[in-house]
């Protein structure tokens, strides 16, 4: 690999890390903020969702924190998701590129965000029925759905699992060329 293609990459995942610190800085603020505003009314979890509850003074506390707490889990795996990506960005920093480390860690950023693609379905699924739990019988929703978004996450999350193989296959290549020079 050309020199200054290395320096490159390791300008760039320098850059990406200090993105990602920030990045989890401000997930970790707002699910904080968000739990605030639950504790200080529940029912602010209603303009989340509007037209679920019927009546949002009938949503309970327990049930808006059900709902932070489901909130919580999506920006956990997010959160895991993207510190898997900081230890590749540092690994590419230090120029390792082709690491096993570096592979391991973007499977692992890939598997979580599949993880994350399919739990999101259901999180918002148990939000929503969680929301309406409060409704008159016959009004309360159960509602599942795959969103663009979620497709996208599918789709991305196997691109970073094939990666992680290229880069396995790489360093393979990498180690036999030492080996034979």
Not at 41 to 57: E, H, N, S
Not at 62 to 67: D, E, H, I, W
Not at 78 to 87: D, K, N, P, W, Y
Request: with cysteine; glycine share 8%; hydrophobic share 60%.
């Amino acid at each position: 690999m050309p020199q200054d293609n290395l320096d490159r990459l390791k300008r760039l995942s320098r850059l990406l890390y200090g993105f990602s610190y920030a990045l989890i800085v401000v997930l970790v603020v707002v699910g904080v903020v968000l739990a605030v505003m639950v504790a200080v009314d529940a029912t602010v979890v209603c303009d989340l969702y509007p037209g679920i509850a019927r009546d949002p003074a009938l949503v309970s506390a327990p049930v808006g924190f059900a709902s932070v707490a489901l909130a919580w889990i999506s920006l956990g795996l997010m959160i895991h998701a993207i510190v898997c990506l900081m230890r590749m960005f540092a690994l590419f920093g230090d120029g390792r590129v082709f690491d096993p480390q570096a592979a391991f860690w973007m499977r692992r950023a890939g598997i979580t965000l599949f993880i994350l693609a399919i739990y999101s379905t259901f999180g918002r699924t148990l939000t929503i029925l969680l929301l309406s739990l409060a409704n008159p019988a016959g009004e309360r929703q159960l509602s599942i759905g795959f969103e663009g978004v979620q497709l996208l996450s599918v789709f991305v999350a196997g691109v970073f699992v094939l990666v992680a193989h290229a880069l396995v296959i790489g360093g393979e290549i990498e180690r036999e060329n030492r080996s034979i020079v």
